[in-house]
Structure formats: C-alpha cells, structure tokens
C-alpha cells in the first residue's frame, strides 16, 4: 500500500483562505483611513498652532514699541487677509506662510489675496477680544452658522474634522457632527464668531 501523498491545497482551502484575508482588509481599511485622517488633522492643528504663535509674537513686538497691535481685527492694522499676510512677512517667510496656510486637499502654491484660496478662516478678533474666541477654523466649517454641518465635498476634511484655533492659543481637532446647541463643548456648532477676513 504504497499510496503518493498530495500536499497541494484544494480550491474550497484556497477559497476560505481569500475569504478570511478579504474580510480582515475590510475591517483594516476603515480603521487605517481613520488613522490617516486623523493624523493630517493633528498636521493641521499644528500649522493653525504655528500661525497663531507668530501673530501672538508679532503683537508682543509691536505693542512693546507702542504700534497697534497685529491681531486681525478692527482695532488691529490688519483688517483684510492681504494686510494679515503682510504682517506676517514681518516675521516669517513667504514660503513658510504657504505651507501654514495649506492642508491635504488645499496645498497653496502662490500666496494668496483671499482667504478663501488657504485651508483656513481667519476671523477679525482684534486687540481686545480675550483668549476664547476663535482665531482660525478650517474652511469646512463656518462659524457665521455653525450649526450647519459642513458637506463631505468641502475641503478640507469635509465633514470628517474640523480644526478650531482660539486666540489664546488653545487648539483642537472637533468631531464635525450636526448639533443644535451651540453652547456644546467638543462639537462642530461651538458659538457664532467675528466676520471673516476677506
């Protein structure tokens, strides 16, 4: 009884193999697309960090020497997006303001003269406002009416994230979910902001 041995594997083994394999990608994806995301956000949070850290100095320097403050507001010299920029060039360079002002899906090659070309919304807070208010959103979110959620077509981020920084300095990365209380810590509709530079 001398029989050969085969040690191939059948095609149902081959089958249930791809199965399993096709099954635990459609778990992973999802989980490592979450990861992605949420890492660009952090990316983000950072520039809208950077940005917030080089108006803040600029503002110390100039009311050290008696000139209105840089803050982006009625009571500060910059009161359009273009005079923000301008500002800034006082201590950063052209190039590094670009790639603050970028994000995944809005990458800003030129610099700008509106706000509406960059990754973020930059709201008149001025000199006075105290630290709460917020300074830069991602331009998928709208503080004018933010208890509307933003459509998965907006960039950046869609309706995935949105970025808030206040003027303080604090910064976080909101879960953008539609909710009717704009008083709501931790949540897309956080309250009503200053107009837009344009």
Do not use: C, H
């Not at 085969?6 to 992973?28: H, K, Q, R, W, Y």
């Amino acid at each position: 009884m001398n029989r050969k041995q085969n040690f191939g594997f059948t095609l149902i083994e081959l089958l249930v193999v791809i199965s399993i394999i096709g099954i635990l990608a459609a778990f992973a994806i999802p989980a490592v697309t979450g990861a992605l995301v949420k890492g660009q956000l952090t990316g983000t949070l950072n520039n809208a960090r950077q940005l917030q850290l080089a108006t803040f100095n600029l503002n110390l320097e100039r009311e050290t020497i008696g000139e209105p403050g840089a803050w982006p507001g009625t009571n500060g010299v910059a009161t359009t997006f273009q005079a923000y920029i301008n500002e800034l060039t006082n201590t950063l360079a052209l190039s590094d303001i670009r790639k603050m002002f970028s994000a995944p899906g809005v990458a800003v090659t030129n610099l700008p003269t509106s706000a509406d070309q960059t990754a973020f919304n930059v709201y008149q807070v001025g000199n006075v406002e105290d630290g709460s208010v917020i300074f830069l959103t991602t331009r998928n979110w709208d503080a004018t009416s933010p208890t509307t959620p933003p459509p998965p077509s907006a960039r950046p981020y869609g309706d995935k994230g949105v970025v808030v920084m206040r003027k303080g300095g604090d910064g976080q990365v909101f879960q953008a979910r539609f909710v009717t209380n704009t008083n709501t810590v931790g949540v897309l509709a956080i309250q009503a902001q200053a107009p837009k530079l344009q």
